[in-house]
T-cell receptor, first 115, second 113 residues
Framework: ETGVTQTPRHLVMGMTNKKSLKCEQH?????MYWYKQSAKKPLELMFV???????ENNSVPSRFSPECPNSSHLFLHLHTLQPEDSALYLC??????????????FGPGTRLTVT | KNQVEQSPQSLIILEGKNCTLQ??????????LRWYKQDTGRGPVSLTI?????NTKSNGRYTATLDADTKQSSLHITASQLSDSASYIC????????????FGRGTSLIVHP
């Protein structure tokens, strides 16, 4: 495997379910990100993990919970989601510790549908 | 409020033709501006990055311009190919330690044979 991989690629879940999205980067990077991409809306940065520090967008609801056990793996735990959470969830990684200075490499995304 | 506006929202051109996509922003303080290409079903891929002091940067058939005074950027695609069909996203990053970039909604480009 090369680059940034995400699993599953597609997920359908009910509002009472608990699920997790997984991201793995094979690039030796030390920063990882979660983005939400909704139809007709701009990409929205949700969380950043950089050198074991976590930065989050304060507008992200608490039903989304990230976990970064090491620099190569990133999870997004989902619970009691709402239909408006249906979107494409993209993971990215970069060499450095800030979103602005380094190119981010994106995974293919997980298409999430909440019913 | 930081904003990035892209135009047009969508564009259809014939193969071989040129086109220009626009990006206007209000992000301040400014660090850099990136153009990404996102193919259907894939994550975005960076095309160019422009910093405050750069006016023009090329990457093959893609040429980006930046006017930091008017806070405008453009992406010019020369001799379009069918594989250029994608969404092109403008992203502006702030300076001053903030990790939160501002994304545009993207321009959907369709190249017809």
């Amino acid at each position: 495997e090369t680059g940034v991989t995400q699993t599953p690629r597609h997920l359908v879940m009910g509002m009472t379910n608990k699920k997790s999205l997984k991201c793995e980067q094979h690039l030796g990077h030390n920063a990882m990100y979660w983005y939400k991409q909704s139809a007709k809306k701009p990409l929205e940065l949700m969380f950043v993990y950089s050198l074991e520090e976590r930065v989050e967008n304060n507008s992200v609801p608490s039903r989304f919970s990230p976990e970064c056990p090491n620099s190569s793996h990133l999870f997004l735990h989902l619970h009691t989601l709402q239909p408006e959470d249906s979107a494409l969830y993209l993971c990215a990684s970069s060499q450095g510790g800030t979103a602005s200075s380094y190119e981010q490499y994106f995974g293919p995304g997980t298409r999430l549908t909440v019913t | 409020k930081n904003q990035v506006e892209q135009s047009p929202q969508s564009l259809i051109i014939l193969e071989g033709k040129n086109c220009t996509l626009q990006c206007n922003y209000t992000v301040s303080p400014f660090s850099n501006l990136r153009w990404y290409k996102q193919d259907t079903g894939r994550g975005p891929v960076s095309l160019t990055i422009m910093t405050f002091s750069e006016n023009t940067k090329s990457n093959g058939r893609y040429t980006a311009t930046l006017d930091a005074d008017t806070k405008q950027s453009s992406l010019h695609i020369t001799a379009s190919q069918l594989s250029d069909s994608a969404s092109y996203i403008c992203v502006v990053n702030p300076s001053g330690g903030s990790y939160i970039p501002t994304f545009g909604r993207g321009t959907s480009l369709i190249v017809h044979p």
